[in-house]
């Protein structure tokens, strides 16, 4: 059974760009969620989409959203980049969209802002 | 929100001795708490979780204990190898609800050969 996969894995983007993560769950998990590890401040929660619906939102700016589509994978976007967005994003995966369901991880996109 | 510390920071032990990772929780509703081990350059594997209707749970060489009065769960290895080295993240989250774990900051081991 094929893991979590997010594309790309490196990225480097300029001030002021925005950019796109994509990430394709474990087949048959409905449920996305989103997280920004930087090495001052962990791993912080961004989002969670379920059945295309995002359920729930961290503290993070407007510049950072997302969406599902029907085959469950999941994008998310930061518009307007800031250098203090370099870090790396991870998707989780699961198969429900309830706590206390295991969350699988991918290897992660690492964005660079310059 | 939920606020999950990790002690200690690094921890360093001898190929063969255990070692012992603590966390400590906020949130009372936080009944889920799975352990992830993150190595350099990937995302985190879960190694091993525990839910609220269990005291402690092994899997081979690695346990994890729950004390909810006390708001405290730990990461027991055992038999430590070179390939245990890595960063460990414990988390929580609530049963019912969405789906959002909150970390600690994680903990770097090294096994010493």
């Known amino acids: ?114 | 929100g939920e606020n999950v510390e990790q002690h200690p920071s690094t921890l360093s032990v001898q190929e063969g001795d255990s070692a012992v990772i603590k966390c400590t929780y906020s949130d009372s509703a936080s009944n889920y708490f799975p352990w992830y081990k993150q190595e350099l350059g990937k995302g985190p594997q879960l190694i091993i979780d525990i839910r609220s209707n269990v005291g402690e749970k092994k899997d081979q060489r690695i346990a994890v204990t729950l004390n909810k009065t006390a708001k405290h769960f730990s990461l027991h290895i055992t038999e430590t190898q070179p390939e245990d080295s890595a960063v460990y993240f414990c988390a929580a989250s609530r049963r019912h609800g969405n789906n959002r774990l909150a970390f600690g900051k994680g903990n770097q081991v090294v096994v010493i050969p």
């Open chain 1, 1 to 114: 059974k094929a893991g979590v996969t997010q594309t790309p894995r490196y990225l480097i983007k300029t001030r002021g760009q925005q950019v796109t993560l994509s990430c394709s769950p474990i087949s048959g998990h409905r449920s996305v969620s989103w997280y920004q590890q930087t090495p001052g401040q962990g791993l912080q929660f961004l989002f969670e989409y379920f059945s295309e619906t995002q359920r729930n939102k961290g503290n993070f700016p407007g510049r950072f959203s997302g969406r599902q589509f029907s085959n469950s994978r999941s994008e998310m976007n930061v518009s307007t980049l800031e250098l203090g967005d370099s870090a790396l994003y991870l998707c989780a995966s699961s198969l429900l969209g309830q706590g206390g369901t295991e969350a699988f991880f991918g290897q992660g996109t690492r964005l660079t802002v310059v």
